[in-house]
């Protein structure tokens, strides 16, 4: 009897402090975090002109102890994320696997490399780089830089781990069972909340949880009962992801067999699903072809299906934009697609090595950026016929520059037309000289300081 008292008292005073730590958090939703630290351009010695490839890397590094068997080169897939550092555009992460792909079976990965490791980068005259000693992913490899710029997130093997860049402190979240696999992670804009989507058997589930020691669980449900036939295949290739709205307020889902919906965090309720937008069946072209609109709190949701782009409310399930995303080749598909932090262009890269940027208020193309005329040496070349496909788009903080990681293993750094006008000029030079988390602290208006720190300003 007294130890199930305890046990009662325990668990009683956890949901109570649970509770508590949600009022206190809600008070900061809507708006971005904001590093103690200045904004840091893109090293000007290695700027070109635009739609041009500046800089290019493995993202596996040549270090003693990893080698790469060059001859099978073309057998190989490497699954590689990046992401520039909040604030600071010299620097960047990756993280990397390489596999031999099976049709329609689990790749698997080569044995020589070290499976999701995690290397940190720096601009220069010289290309710096440091890897992660230990970082090890059992999944597709995903890292995060926290919004604070001071830590990362990444899914080790079995575990959720966020490191500080010093690597002298880690808070690990273990799996719950033998049978839960972690498959995504993302920190949320406000820097208080870690979204996880974790595999069990068949079914996914997504919680919600509190970045500290305790990793504290604050809501989870599973996503089929969610959305109808969101569940994995007993092959386990499927891909999930999921992105945080600019207010921290809600949650979008995505899967390869072309779902993709929203859920509110609080409680995590469901609000919006791609099949009720549509009298016909339209799926994502796959998980990662869709982005909120950073200028609005999170009603604006943009997304690819097979051959066009998409802008939709979410709050009231309408379409705002559909245009056609071009292609020469009329089988090419669509790889990814990011907004640039001030939400002023939509990037859509394609299987043609191409990097379109449109206008998300009436859907023009702007410019293209083509892999395929680029220098030999930087260039994206044909492998088995196809080209590499791009797996992640990363905008710097100004937009001047877009990060492509690829599989073929390289992150490409390519040259964005910059934003020249009086505006935006004048912002990237406040945030060179006064830190991020001290010009909410200038007299300045509300809407003005909103401009400067890439608020959501409406809805």
């Known amino acids: 009897m007294a130890v199930e008292a305890l046990r009662r008292f325990r668990d009683g005073f956890i949901m109570i402090k649970a509770e508590i730590r949600e009022v206190k958090l809600d008070k900061y939703d809507g708006k971005i975090y904001c590093p103690a630290r200045k904004l840091t351009p893109f090293p000007a010695c290695r700027q070109k002109s635009p739609g041009t490839i500046v800089l290019m890397f493995k993202a596996l590094p040549t270090l003693p102890g990893f080698t790469v068997n060059e001859s099978n080169l073309s057998e190989v897939m490497w699954w590689v994320d990046c992401q520039f550092m909040p604030y600071n555009d010299s620097e960047m992460v990756t993280n990397v696997t390489a596999y031999i792909p099976r049709p329609y079976m689990t790749p698997v990965v ?205 709050d009231t399930s309408s379409l705002v934009l559909e245009v056609s995303v071009h292609c020469d080749d009329p089988v090419a598909g669509i790889d990814c697609l990011s907004y640039n932090k001030a939400g002023t262009v939509i990037a859509v890269a394609t299987s043609e090595a191409c990097i379109h940027m449109y206008d998300p208020d009436d859907g023009c193309m702007m410019y293209t950026m083509d892999g395929r005329v680029q220098s030999q040496s930087k260039g994206m070349d044909l492998i088995n016929g196809s080209y590499p496909t791009i797996l992640r788009l990363s905008f710097s903080h100004t937009g001047e520059q877009v990060a492509s990681a690829s599989t073929d293993g390289f992150v490409r750094v390519w040259q964005a037309r910059p934003d020249m006008s009086l505006q935006n000029r004048c912002r990237n030079t406040i945030l060179q000289l006064v830190a991020a988390n001290k010009v909410q602290l200038l007299p300045l208006p509300s809407k003005l300081l909103a401009y400067l720190l890439h608020w959501p300003s409406s809805d």
């Open 110 to 314: 080569i044995s020589n490399l070290v499976q999701g490791m995690v290397c940190t980068w720096r601009f220069g005259e010289n290309l710096g780089v440091s890897f992660w000693r230990n970082t090890r992913s059992a999944t597709l490899p995903k890292v995060d830089y926290y919004p604070d710029a001071k830590r990362i997130l990444y899914i080790g093997s079995g575990q959720l781990h966020i490191t500080d860049l010093d690597r002298k402190t880690t808070f690990t979240k273990d799996k719950s069972s033998l049978q839960q696999n972690f498959r995504f992670c993302a920190p949320s804009p406000n820097n208080l909340y870690i979204a996880v989507i974790a595999r069990h058997s068949t079914q996914f589930e997504l919680t919600v949880l509190k970045p500290d020691v305790i990793m504290l669980t604050l809501d989870q449900a599973m996503c089929h009962m969610m959305c109808k036939g969101f569940v994995g295949t007993r092959r386990y290739t499927e891909q999930v992801e999921c992105k945080w709205s600019p207010d921290s307020a809600y949650i979008a889902l995505s899967s390869t067999f072309g779902m993709l919906f929203v859920v509110q965090r609080r409680g995590i309720k469901p609000h919006f699903n791609i099949r009720n937008l549509f009298k016909s069946d339209v799926e994502l072209a796959n998980a990662r072809v869709f982005d909120f609109d950073p200028r609005y709190r999170h009603s604006m949701l943009a997304f690819c299906s097979q051959n066009h782009l998409h802008v939709c409310n979410i």
